[in-house]
């Protein structure tokens, strides 16, 4: 064994973690969002001592334009606003984040997802809903943790923020991608230098973010399960080669829904699709989404296939995962044997 491969080993048995060209990034979805409330404090910081590469954060705006750190641009399906501000209700039968400023919206109380209409966890077996106190969390909250984190434990998390819904916040009168980059920027992200990836579903929007909005830094197109995206992207013929090509002038890597890599036969049997061969010719990383070990793709027989077929078969640049841990210990020894949660 000559001297950097001790020094690597050193380097793993100290859980320093392997530079990030080693191996795939293993990506915080929402946090460790298999263990708490998604996009709370609390799931950012355990996904930090779990050991993520990167932690994710979705970005939407308040009424008076606060990026605050949510999935969803409504807020019935994380937290108590119904009872709250009964009054906020659109005609849709929907809350939204950008009907509350931010005082309004520290206010609530956030809990594990759960379906609006019956009340009912989405995942059972995750956090309790209703248990410990969680709050919405702005992304320079947010931003303050990590870095904080980065700090006190040596390391160098990086974020994988998302502007949620551009179109959309647009048609209602904010600009959030105007908001977000120079909040960024004014945390040190602006270059491909700096640990960030910025990400989108909407084809218009990262055209935007490059072109007319200057971001120099990493940028991920997300590309969805179905054919067409709300905004009009056409992810069909994004995910040619020709479209790969394409989208490669502005962007540096997709970020596909796990099903446009991997399906699983009857027996149980990973098929791997062209994307992630055709995504790396046309220079393009592949970042999938996303590896929930209790919520298994269709016919997937294993959390342990489901990473074999995504790493080892299909050859993923980095992961979405709700659990760091088991992604992470898979990685870093794929035939050691699976922990408790992989089997
Ligand atoms: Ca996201």
Redesign the pocket.
């Known amino acids: 064994m000559n001297l950097k491969n001790i020094l690597g080993l050193l380097l793993l048995v100290a859980g320093v973690g392997v530079a990030a060209e080693s191996r795939p990034l293993v990506i915080a979805h ?1 946090g460790a969002s298999g263990y708490l409330p998604e996009h709370t404090l609390a799931a950012k910081a355990y996904a930090h001592a779990l050991g993520a590469d990167f932690l ?1 954060q ?1 970005l939407v705006l308040t009424k008076d334009d606060v990026p605050v750190v949510l ?1 969803d641009i409504y807020l019935d399906t994380v937290t108590d606003v119904a009872m709250r501000f009964p009054e906020r209700k659109r005609a849709d039968g929907r809350f939204y984040a950008l009907d509350l400023t931010l005082v309004e919206l520290k206010q609530l109380r956030v809990t594990e997802r759960f379906n609006a209409k019956t009340g009912a966890p989405v995942f059972a077996g995750r956090f309790p809903a209703g248990q410990a106190e969680f709050r919405v969390s702005t992304l320079e909250e947010e931003l303050q943790l990590i870095q904080g984190l980065n700090r006190s434990t040596g390391r160098s998390v990086g974020i994988y923020p ?1 502007i949620k819904q551009p179109q959309w916040h647009r048609a209602q009168g904010h600009d959030i991608s105007k908001i977000v980059l120079p909040l960024l920027a004014r945390y040190g992200y602006a270059t491909k230098n700096d640990a960030c990836f910025l ?1 989108c579903f909407e084809e218009a929007e990262v055209k935007r973010i490059r072109r007319e909005l200057g971001w120099q830094g990493h940028l991920v197109m997300l590309i969805e399960a179905s054919a067409q995206g709300a905004d009009g992207t056409n992810f069909t013929t994004m995910c040619t080669p020709a479209g790969l090509r394409e989208l490669a002038k502005v962007a540096d890597g997709i970020g596909p829904s796990l099903g446009r890599i991997a399906t699983w036969t009857d027996k149980g049997e990973a098929k791997i699709s062209n994307l992630v061969s055709d995504a790396h010719a046309a220079g393009l990383v592949v970042h999938a989404y996303t590896i929930r070990v209790d919520e298994l793709p269709k016919r997937c027989p294993s959390a342990v296939a489901l990473h074999i077929a995504l790493f080892t078969m299909a050859g993923i640049d980095g992961v979405f995962t709700d659990f760091t841990d088991v992604t992470r210990a898979w990685l870093l020894a794929p035939h050691a044997g699976a922990p408790a949660r992989l089997k």
């Open positions: 929402r994710e979705d999935h998302e990400q």
